[in-house]
């Protein structure tokens, strides 16, 4: 049976990613599906660099996350924009989750056969959209497969009240975009 890992690139205290990314999650379970939501501030891992995995293997919390990944089938994502891209958080994830751990491992088989949804939170009038630009483009050459349809939400300090978005109707998009998800999982793995 499919499962979701619903993650976002913040690690900031009531971060608008990370409640996007919870009630895109709601929208998958209410489909039905499986999903596991964590928070990166719970993964702390070094920058990656290839002298400390050479020196130490890799790091205890980038294999967790790793272990993750490769445990889901799908992939529910929230970044906030850092100067039109995605968080170094998020990419540091990224970066260590891709390294084989053994010699007989597949490059990138943290990301093999993954579909995701991607979506935003920003203080911007944008949304995040451009740094969503960049997350596409990142894990789609990784070989996930990215579904066409994001989220983004501008003017965040505004948009949120109390750990929930204001307008209706960008919750039911959210919403919308977890269920999105679950429903192509299902056609896919249960099939």
């Known amino acids: 049976m499919a499962k979701i890992l619903a993650f976002s690139g913040s690690a900031r205290r009531d971060s608008y990613n990370q409640q996007l990314v919870k009630l895109a999650a709601r929208g998958a379970q209410d489909a039905g599906m499986t999903v596991t939501v964590i928070n990166l501030a719970d993964f702390p891992m070094p920058i990656f660099c290839q002298d400390i995995e050479q020196d130490s293997g890799m790091p205890e919390h980038a294999a967790a996350f790793k272990n993750l990944l490769l445990d889901h089938q799908g992939l ?14 998020l990419l540091n994830a990224l970066d260590w989750a891709s ?3 053994s010699k007989d491992e597949v490059p990138l088989s943290a990301y093999k056969d993954k579909v995701s949804c991607i979506m935003a939170a920003s203080p911007g009038a944008l949304g995040g959209i451009r740094g969503l630009s960049s997350l596409r483009l990142l894990l789609s050459n990784m070989g996930v ?8 939400i501008s003017r965040a300090y505004s948009s949120f009240a109390q ?29």
């Open 76 to 89: 529910l994502i929230a970044s906030p924009e850092y100067n039109s891209a995605y968080s170094p958080l």
């Open 163 to 191: 750990g929930r978005l204001i307008e209706e109707d960008k919750s039911t998009q959210v919403m919308r975009l977890g269920r999105q998800l679950a429903t192509i999982l299902h056609r896919h793995y249960e099939d």
């Open 145 to 152: 497969t990215v579904l066409p349809q994001q989220v983004t």
């Open 99 to 101: 390294r084989a751990t």
